[in-house]
Antibody
Framework: QLQLQESGSGLVKPSQTLSLTCVVS??????????GSWIRQPPGKGLEWIGY???????YYNPSLKSRVTISVDRSKNQFSLNLRSVTAADTAVYYC???????????WGQGTMVTVSS | QSVLTQPPSVSAASGQKVTISCSGS????????VCWYQQFPGTAPKLLIY???KRPSGIPDRFSGSKSGTSATLVITGLQTGDEADYYC???????????FGGGTKLTVL
């Protein structure tokens, strides 16, 4: 079955760019109906949707983060990525990648990766 | 401040029933499908309910969802200690053009 695994730097300095990758196994990103998503959760807080990318390459972003976010896909490696620019301490969170299915249901999640923004 | 409003906590005795509410507006719950997620400490959320009231394969029928107007409800019957977790509702918001979540509800089984 579909499995997702996040990877990337766990510590990012303020004003720099947070970069994470989600490797997909058990399925193909290029198949129709697949959407790679990023969701984050600050320590002790709730979930915040960051955005997603359709298999077509179209992207949708959280309006509050849109100016700083880019989600891209590498079909040759069966993975998708998140870049979040100009980070601050408020971006410290566990970052999850997930598959968006149907009407915005996130049915498969990665285990999550903690990213701390600190100098 | 979350777009969707959930009670911070609910509790009920083992074996009993509990309901968790999720309140929104016409731009989100009122005109879009609602999902529910279960999250244990230190783990990723798990999809419990999608399209308002459908269960993914493997989710027990003790978990059910419903929607009425601009509110949604998650009902858990036959509560077990293993159900102690945080529960989140989520949906698309047409005004914000994005996915929104509730603030989460912590379930305690007494």
């Amino acid at each position: 079955q579909l499995q997702l695994q996040e990877s990337g730097s766990g510590l990012v300095k303020p004003s720099q760019t947070l970069s994470l990758t989600c490797v997909v196994s058990g399925g193909s990103i290029s198949s129709g109906g697949y959407s790679g998503s990023w969701i984050r959760q600050p320590p002790g807080k709730g979930l915040e949707w960051i955005g997603y990318i359709y298999h077509s390459g179209n992207t949708y972003y959280n309006p509050s983060l849109k100016s700083r976010v880019t989600i891209s896909v590498d079909r040759s490696k069966n993975q998708f990525s998140l870049n979040l620019r100009s980070v601050t301490a408020a971006d410290t969170a566990v970052y999850y990648c997930a598959n968006r299915s149907g009407f915005d249901a996130f049915d498969v999640w990665g285990q999550g990766t903690m990213v701390t923004v600190s100098s | 401040q979350s777009v969707l409003t959930q009670p911070p906590s609910v509790s009920a005795a083992s074996g009993q029933k509990v309901t968790i509410s999720c309140s929104g507006s016409s731009s989100n719950i009122g005109n879009n499908y609602v999902c529910w997620y279960q999250q244990f400490p230190g783990t990723a959320p798990k999809l419990l309910i999608y399209d308002n009231n459908k269960r993914p394969s493997g989710i027990p029928d003790r978990f059910s969802g419903s929607k009425s107007g601009t509110s949604a409800t998650l009902v858990i019957t036959g509560l077990q200690t293993g159900d102690e977790a945080d529960y989140y509702c989520g949906t698309w918001d047409s005004s914000l053009s994005g996915v929104v979540f509730g603030g989460g509800t912590k379930l305690t089984v007494l």
